[in-house]
Structure formats: C-alpha cells, structure tokens
Nanobody
Framework: QVQLVQSGGGSVQVGGSLTLSCAAPEHSSWMYPMGWFRQAPGKDREFVSAISGTGTRSYYGDSVKGRFTISRETAKNAVSLQMNSLKSEDTAVYYC???????????????????WGQGTQVTVSS
C-alpha cells in the first residue's frame, strides 16, 4: 500500500480556479502513472485526468478537457491538477491515484488503479 497525501481543494465560485496536489513521500512513484478521479454524491467515481509514468502523455475526461491541466514533479514523486473555469458540476470529492501495474499507459477505470489518496472536497458555487 502506497501512501498518497493530497492537498489543495476547497470552495470557489463558478469560473474560478483551484489546484490540487498529491505526493507519494515514501515511494518512488516517478515511473508509474498518477491520476485524478472524482466522485459526486450518488454518482460513480469518474475519471478526471492522468499522466503517464514518463510524464510525456496526459489524458483527460471529456468533461474537463481544455479546463484542467495535469502535471508531475518527478523529483518530488508528486502530481498536480490545475483546474480553471470551474463549473458547479465539478463539485465532488477528488481522489489522487497511483497505478503500480502500469508504466507508459493509463486506465480510465478506477478499479484498475492500485493506490488512492484520502480525497479532498472541491465545491464550486454560483
């Protein structure tokens, strides 16, 4: 089990921005994909974004393309999610994820990721 520590999140108005961060302080996660999922009340966990182990490929869910940007800091075993132009439908608990079973590819299925952060609430209000 890899410990993933999340930070960031909070409340913002529609159109605002937030940044989420996630680090694996005790694990060399640099070679593995890291990503973000979110879960709103009563809904399934949804793929948001992921970045390959090499950091050269990034992926986004359709609902966040063009608004969110994922990046990773290899030296810090960390990944960040910059969220711009936030909408009320972005409100959810956001989870950081790590997949130690993959290297250059990523999965958009939450069941295939191996380790999870504690989750952080993002609330977007009008």
């Amino acid at each position: 089990q890899v410990q993933l520590v999340q930070s960031g999140g909070g409340s913002v108005q529609v159109g605002g921005s937030l940044t989420l961060s996630c680090a694996a302080p005790e694990h060399s996660s640099w070679m593995y994909p890291m990503g973000w999922f979110r879960q709103a009340p009563g809904k399934d966990r949804e793929f948001v974004s992921a970045i390959s182990g090499t950091g050269t490929r990034s992926y986004y869910g359709d609902s966040v393309k063009g608004r969110f940007t994922i990046s990773r800091e290899t030296a810090k075993n960390a990944v960040s999610l910059q969220m711009n132009s936030l909408k009320s439908e972005d409100t959810a608990v956001y989870y950081c994820a790590l997949d130690v079973n993959r290297y250059s590819t990523v999965s958009n299925r939450s069941s295939e990721w191996t380790d999870w952060g504690q989750g952080t609430q993002v609330t977007v209000s009008s």
